[in-house]
């Protein structure tokens, strides 16, 4: 049973460029949420994806963007990069258990590195 | 605004005693707690989890503390092994966890053999 999978693992940018990361969920699962982390940071929550519509947004501008698709794989856009957008990008998947008490799980990120 | 804050970036202990990781919050909105482990290159684990209608909850070596008068809660390991070295991560969330997590900064656990 994989986990969830992301892609590309590394990629480097240079200022002012768009960049498109993605994400396959853990099998069964259907909501996704992206997270940027900072080095030295804890993750910071940037969306969550249900049902193909964004539910929740955190405190980021709208140069970030998603989308998720009928199979609930996920892809987040990133638009005019600026250097402080380097980061490991982190996706997770998560189910609705009824309880609750959903916890996440995450894939191993995405590097990307802003020149 | 920091409302998740893990105050000890690094913390260091022998193998086969007890490691004592602590998260501190100021969002009384928060109702639920989890802990993440993380090794480099690889994305959080899921450790444990609690629940503000609790004040403990055990997994094994895993015993998580919650102190909501204090808005406190610690993460116990007993016994610590060289195996459990990795950032530790503190997380909050309203309404049991499918809201969004608020993570704190890490804290670095090496357990020396």
């Known amino acids: 049973d994989a986990g969830v999978t992301q892609s590309p693992t590394h990629l480097i940018k240079t200022r002012g460029q768009q960049v498109t990361l993605r994400c396959s969920p853990k099998?069964?699962?259907?909501?996704v949420s992206w997270y940027q982390q900072a080095l030295g940071q804890g993750p910071q929550f940037i969306f969550q994806?249900?049902?193909?519509?964004?539910?929740q947004r955190g405190n980021f501008p709208d140069r970030f963007s998603g989308h998720q698709f009928p199979n609930y794989s996920s892809e987040l856009n990133v638009n005019a990069l600026l250097l402080g957008d380097s980061a490991l990008y982190l996706c997770?998947?998560?189910?609705?258990?009824?309880?609750?008490?959903?916890?996440?799980?995450f894939g191993s990120g995405t590097q990307l590195s802003v020149l | 605004d920091q409302q998740v804050k893990q105050n000890s970036p690094s913390l260091s202990v022998q193998e086969g005693r007890i490691s004592i990781l602590n998260c501190d919050y100021t969002?009384?909105?928060?109702?639920?707690f989890l802990w993440y482990k993380k090794y480099p290159a690889e994305g959080p684990t899921f450790l444990i989890s609690?629940?503000?209608?609790?004040d403990k909850n055990e997994d094994g070596r895993f015993t998580v503390f919650l102190n909501k008068s204090a808005k406190h809660l610690s993460l116990h390991i007993v016994p610590s092994q060289p195996g459990d070295s990795a950032v530790y991560f503190c997380?909050?969330?309203?309404?049991?966890?499918?809201?969004?997590?608020?993570f704190g900064k890490g804290t670095k656990l090496t357990v020396n053999p």
């Open positions: 997770a998947s998560s189910w609705p258990t009824g309880t609750g008490n959903e916890k996440l799980f």
């Open positions: 099998s069964g699962h259907d909501t």
């Open positions: 994806y249900y049902e193909e519509e964004e539910r």
């Open positions: 969002n009384s909105m928060f109702d639920y």
């Open positions: 609690i629940s503000s209608i609790k």
């Open positions: 997380a909050a969330s309203r309404w049991g966890g499918s809201e969004k997590l608020v």
